[in-house]
């Protein structure tokens, strides 16, 4: 039989940077052409020369050139075999839990996550009998009683969506080590530019390549990537399994969005940290957060966890913040935006502004979404490429319409008004 073609490149060494792998990891000319972009493998089923004569791929599901690519430039990125890709994040998410926990097993969940892990947990791992613990991984007590409970896996993911509330990767996977579990870190907000887990020493990072890694709002996606050999296996085998693969055109899409992932990166950090700032100093939001503001409660983490980039220390491209006046004003705030869209994505170019209590989070039990601090008046913001200063002017203009809205209240008292709600 011939022997398969190389269809991916070996990948850059560790040694090369971040830079160099986004745009060049998993993207050898085509052996056939010499086409400098991966084609794009549009298929379902390979021509096998007799049986058992294919070459590396028999079936889409299984495998395929244009996603083992994709896969290769993922683990490129964190000195890691090629990642296991799926077709959204909540895919590459369940395939994680499928593969490490059994009935019977215990998985312990930071209690601000992603809406959608809770409603996987809460209405799919539990009936069948892996029993969810949401903890707080501030709390040393509730790390402690937590890891003492035994759970197989414990789920991280920061900065926390929405809440921005940072975990410390490597102090909660020392402690997850000493007692047997393996960790998981959610990194889909900081990006392997940002954060890694797996140098933190997590076992898996996760991800949602819907957000910043393609970037673009044109594609679903996930991967989780490792460097146990035998974990990838299982992933391997359970994505077949349930049918999660990522499709070509997605996983082309992908590599290409991967290309800039550094650049537009740091300049979401960039745009972030500024809108941000302005935020701070209108009355009509209170409770500012980013990382990368002085007031950030957890800022000494942020420093020593987030990487840096060329200009700045990334911190990320999301900032929430409270409508001072609660509900009725992060409503009056959505409707009055007119350059920033409502929608339910982050990472995207376009600045996008989410309600987390009704969006994203709107499955999750009221009383878990108040433990977590997604309160009705909460927005949150992802920070588009777009020019910042416009950006700016529009939320500023948004903000202005909520406050003056919000009749007989002054800023004082809508600052007041909120800060209740918020420890409410
Ligand atoms: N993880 C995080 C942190 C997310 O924000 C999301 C989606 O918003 C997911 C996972 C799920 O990803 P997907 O929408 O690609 O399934």
């Not at 745009?23 to 052409?33: E, H, I, L, M, N």
């Not at 298929?43 to 050139?65: E, I, K, W």
């Not at 949401?134 to 035994?150: I, M, R, S, Y």
């Not at 990320?316 to 009055?336: K, M, Q």
Request: overall charge negative.
């Amino acid at each position: 039989h011939a022997p398969p073609p190389a269809m991916t490149a070996p990948s850059p060494s560790a040694s090369t940077s971040l830079l160099t792998r986004c745009v060049r990891a998993g993207k050898t000319p085509d052996p056939t052409t010499g086409s400098v972009v991966p084609p794009l493998h549009q298929t379902t089923t390979y021509a096998q020369d007799g049986l058992g004569g294919d070459r590396g791929f028999t079936y889409s599901r299984a495998g395929n050139p244009t996603v083992a690519a994709l896969e290769e430039a993922l683990g490129a990125l964190e000195d890691a075999p090629p990642a296991v890709c799926h077709r959204t994040g909540m895919a590459a998410i369940t395939t994680l839990f499928l593969s490490v926990l059994e009935g019977g097993d215990r998985v312990a969940i930071a209690r601000a996550v992603y809406g959608g892990t809770v409603r996987l947990a809460r209405e799919i791992l539990d009936p069948l009998g892996v029993e969810p613990r949401f903890f707080d991984p501030n709390d040393p007590e509730d790390v402690a009683d937590t890891l003492a409970w035994q759970p197989r896996l414990v789920f991280l993911e920061t900065p926390a969506n929405p809440t921005l509330d940072l975990v410390d990767v490597a102090r909660i996977a020392g402690a997850a080590r000493v007692a047997g579990a393996l960790v998981a870190v959610d990194n889909t907000f900081q990006t392997p530019i940002g954060l890694r887990p797996l140098e933190l020493g997590a076992d898996v990072s996760v991800y949602s390549t819907t957000k910043f890694i393609e970037g673009h709002d044109a594609t679903r996606g996930g991967a989780l990537v490792t460097r146990d050999q035998g974990l990838i296996e299982r992933f391997r085998r359970i994505t077949k399994s349930i049918g999660a693969t990522q499709a070509p055109f997605e996983a082309w899409l992908t590599l290409r969005g991967l290309t800039t992932l550094p650049l537009r990166f740091e300049q979401h950090c960039e745009n972030a940290l500024r809108v941000a700032e302005a935020l701070e100093a209108h009355d009509a939001a209170t409770a500012v957060r980013h990382p990368g503001l002085e007031s950030f409660p957890q800022r000494d983490l942020a420093e020593r966890q987030h990487e840096r980039g060329r200009r700045i220390q990334l911190h990320g491209g999301i900032v929430t913040f409270e409508a001072a006046g609660g509900y009725d004003a992060a409503v009056r705030f959505l409707g009055a935006l007119e350059l920033c869209l409502v929608a339910e994505n982050l990472g995207a170019p376009e600045t996008l502004a989410t309600h987390p209590a009704s969006m994203t989070h709107g499955d999750v039990p009221p009383e878990q979404r108040a433990a977590a601090g997604i309160t009705p008046g909460l927005v949150r913001l992802s920070i588009g490429l777009e020019d910042v200063d416009e950006v700016i002017r529009d939320l500023t203009r948004a903000l202005d319409a909520a406050g003056a809205a919000a009749t007989s209240n002054s800023p004082a008292e809508s600052k007041a008004q909120s800060a209740t709600e918020v420890t409410a």
